[in-house]
């Protein structure tokens, strides 16, 4: 998985309470994303970060926040959860945003995944 | 909303076939195309990416990309079972947000003995 870790892997929690998962590389690459993905809708993007506290909204991004104070580490929180954020949730990086070259360093790698339950 | 089509599947091939999975976008600024391969219960594995048009080969994986037609296809020659899996076309360009990935919903294949 890219030297790409999350935690926790599963998590079951309840409705209202807040919860924050947590990505980490050691790649040192500088662009990292949160997605979730869902029956019948696929891969979509939720927060990205383009930088160490530079971070930006993606496609479904309501109801959550994220953070960076550090290169290695991108952290996503669900302040007060609801069930419609049930999903598997994954952390990506990638070392560039350079485009459609064929170093393929915008090629995004995928870390293993959270499993929330939201009760 | 930038679109990325594929068929749903489950695509049956039998073992030693060739598999063609087949994808289109309606970006027509995208610049980057990918494949992953993701099996049940697992992270989305890259297999292939393609930047120009034409064929790309990998040892059993071919990706063809055609921007006129705005299409993108992987072929897999010599199906194995271990193959079967869902697989993730992904287009990437600069009106996507944050250059985040746009992914289509998925082909699950299936490679029978």
């Known amino acids: 998985d890219a030297g790409i870790t999350q935690s926790p892997r599963h998590k079951v929690t309840e409705t209202g309470t807040p919860v924050t998962l947590r990505c980490h590389q050691t790649?040192?690459?500088?662009?990292m994303y949160w997605y979730r993905q869902d029956p019948g809708h696929g891969l979509r993007l939720i927060h990205y970060s383009y930088g160490v506290k530079d971070t930006d909204k993606g496609e479904v991004s309501d109801g959550y926040s994220v953070s960076r104070s550090k290169t290695e580490d991108f952290l996503l929180t669900l302040e007060s959860a609801t069930s419609s954020q049930t999903s598997v949730y994954f952390c990506?990086?990638?070392?560039?945003?350079?485009?459609?070259?064929?170093?393929?360093?915008?090629?995004?790698?995928f870390g293993p995944g959270t499993r929330l339950t939201v009760l | 909303q930038k679109e990325v089509e594929q068929n749903s599947g489950p695509l049956s091939v039998p073992e030693g076939a060739i598999a063609s999975l087949n994808c289109t976008y309606s970006d027509r600024g995208s610049q980057s195309f990918f494949w992953y391969r993701q099996y049940s219960g697992k992270s989305p594995e890259l297999i292939m990416s393609?930047?120009?048009?034409g064929d790309k080969e990998d040892g059993r994986f071919t990706a063809q990309l055609n921007k006129a037609s705005q299409y993108v296809s992987l072929l897999i020659r010599d199906s194995q079972p271990s193959d079967s899996a869902t697989y993730l076309c992904a287009v990437n360009g600069a009106s996507n947000s944050g250059y985040a990935l746009n992914f289509g919903k998925g082909t699950s294949l299936l490679v029978t003995p």
């Open positions: 393609i930047y120009s048009n």
């Open positions: 990506a990086i990638s070392e560039s945003m350079v485009l459609g070259l064929a170093g393929g360093k915008d090629t995004q790698y």
């Open positions: 790649e040192n690459h500088r662009y």
